[in-house]
């Protein structure tokens, strides 16, 4: 499922690196999917690069958005050089100070207070990715 046309249409438009495409097939048949954001020009980081290389999920879908993105990092890797990076984050931007504030989930932005909305889970690739477990 997409959010809205727009999505639907930056997916349909642009091209996306084979190991995204891989990791969000494989989240598809192991949890569904509801992409909220893919290619974005202008973005300067994966959701603009070329090919593309990230993309958004709605994360209230899950029962257990954590888990799932727990789920991800544990079966894909995103760069083997460096460990500190995955490929599934649940996180969301402070409108107001605009600092990401990663999962679990609160209801209020942890550097300044303000309330969140827009949690989701960004997955991302890397020409390093690949599949363990």
């Known amino acids: 499922m997409f959010k809205d046309y727009g999505v639907f249409e930056s997916i349909m438009a642009n091209r996306y690196h084979f190991k995204l495409i891989s990791i969000l097939w494989w ?3 192991k949890h569904r999917l509801f992409i909220t954001c893919g290619f974005r020009s202008g973005d300067s980081g994966v959701h603009g690069s070329d090919p593309c290389r990230g993309v958004d ?6 029962a257990d958005p954590q888990a799932v993105a727990d789920d991800i ?3 894909w890797q995103y760069d083997p050089a460096r460990a500190d990076k995955k490929c ?3 996180h969301a931007v402070c409108s ?3 600092k990401s504030n990663d ?3 609160v209801t209020h932005c942890r550097h300044c207070g303000e309330e969140l ?3 989701h889970i960004h997955i991302q690739s890397h020409p ?3 599949k363990v477990n």
């Open 103 to 105: 999962g679990p989930i």
């Open 96 to 98: 107001k100070c605009k």
């Open 117 to 119: 909305t827009g949690w």
């Open 73 to 75: 990092n544990a079966h």
């Open 27 to 29: 989240v598809w048949q």
């Open 88 to 90: 599934a984050k649940l």
């Open 128 to 130: 390093n990715t690949v």
């Open 57 to 62: 999920l709605r994360s209230w879908i899950y």
